[in-house]
């Protein structure tokens, strides 16, 4: 396992909810738009998938991936509990 590009991935996701969580603070209206968040959300789950798969390769590995194959691993979501279901963006769960 590659803890230290874990790690990497992990500290950057904290940055990233570290700013979320300020301007949902910080946000005259009380609100962020729907697509603001949605942005923000998908860039961290990609830190969470890239976290995750990155556990699975060697150094070499890591550091030989093209563009493309980066962008698969960072959109592909891995099923770490069965209980974990994919729903559309604009679904409501009830």
């Known amino acids: 396992m590659n803890n230290l590009e874990i ?5 950057e996701l904290k940055d990233h909810i570290e700013t ?7 946000v ?13 959300l998908s860039h961290l789950m990609e830190h969470i998938n890239v976290a995750w798969h990155y556990s699975k390769l060697s150094d070499e590995e890591i550091h030989n991936l ?5 962008e698969r691993i960072s959109s592909s979501i891995p099923k ?3 209980y974990f279901k994919l729903v559309e963006p604009n679904d409501k769960v009830t």
Request: charged share 20%.
């Open 7 to 11: 790690i990497s991935q992990l500290e």
């Open 20 to 26: 979320l969580t300020s301007q949902l603070v910080d």
């Open 28 to 40: 005259t209206s009380g609100e962020v738009s729907r697509t603001s968040l949605k942005i923000y």
């Open 66 to 70: 093209d563009q493309e194959a980066y």
């Open 80 to 82: 770490l509990s069965p």
